[in-house]
């Protein structure tokens, strides 16, 4: 079988593995929506401090980006509770020694986060709609922010992999997930602007992951994008993907001699 067969299979096994909890399922798709309308309500009277965002945008205009980002990223983060689980039932030792390659084993769990990934930011942004939200970047800006989402789901489901793999433990995983995301969470434009933040906010924004997924996904659904932003922003994302894959497929190796 091909490689892309495995994949396809693995990510048909990962999807199984969702839908058999269906509490778990509800809420990934409840808990963007509960973020979405509490930021949406609290914080909606901050589009009336000079110099936030752009003039005539609504704070659920400004903040739907950044909802649909979070969820992707907090998403991803838990990816590696299937490689600890797959460890601890002896699972993972038989998929290393079947026909299927260690990328394709990486890449189904990619791939299935991501697709989960897209469909909440579906849900989100048809919801913002009903409230009211308005994006005039029409199909190409959707389409240019679900790309941002599956690079962003790439780049942390992949480091959350690596994480499992290298500590086997779900503490652990669940300590560095945390304590990584959510202060990259804050140290972004999600759901304040940064030119309203500190200076060392907005610089330290620059180097953010999360925020290149932000920006380029609420620049894409504007009306005259700076599409050399976007694109920017997202090959910075397309690279750190890359690299990120690369790192949590070579975890494997550490797998195995720990074995």
């Known amino acids: 079988m091909s490689a892309l067969a495995h994949t396809t299979m693995l990510a048909a096994r990962a999807s199984r593995s969702t839908l058999r909890v ?35 945008t609504t704070y659920l205009e400004f903040i739907t980006p950044g909802v649909v980002m979070m969820t992707a990223m907090f998403g991803a983060a838990w ?15 038989h998929l290393l020694a079947s026909p299927a390659s260690r990328l394709a084993i990486q890449l189904a769990s990619l791939v299935w986060f991501a697709a989960v990934a897209v469909a909440q930011a579906l849900v989100v942004l048809g919801v913002a709609w009903l409230c009211g939200a308005r994006f005039d ?10 790309l941002g989402v599956v690079l962003l789901t790439f780049v942390f489901a992949a480091t959350s992999n690596a994480v499992a793999l290298l500590t086997r433990q779900q503490e652990a995983l669940i300590g560095i997930s945390q304590g990584l995301t959510i202060p990259l969470m804050f140290l972004s434009s999600a759901v304040m602007d940064t030119r309203l933040s500190a200076g060392w906010v907005a610089t330290a924004a620059r180097f953010n992951p999360f925020d290149w997924a932000v920006v380029a996904g609420r620049e894409a659904l504007a009306g005259d994008p700076d599409w050399g932003l976007v694109w920017g922003r997202l090959g910075l994302l397309a690279a750190l993907a890359v690299a ?4 949590a497929t070579g975890a494997f190796r550490a797998y195995r001699r720990a074995a």
């Open 79 to 93: 990816a590696g509770t299937g490689i600890v689980e797959d460890s601890e039932r002896g699972v993972m030792d």
């Open 137 to 146: 970047g029409g199909a190409t800006g959707l389409l240019v922010l679900l």
């Open 244 to 247: 990120m894959t690369a790192l």
């Open 22 to 56: 269906p509490v778990f399922a509800v809420m990934q798709v409840v808990q963007p929506l509960i973020w979405l309308l509490l930021f949406g309500q609290l914080f909606r009277s901050v589009v009336d401090i000079p110099g936030f965002a752009e003039p005539g």
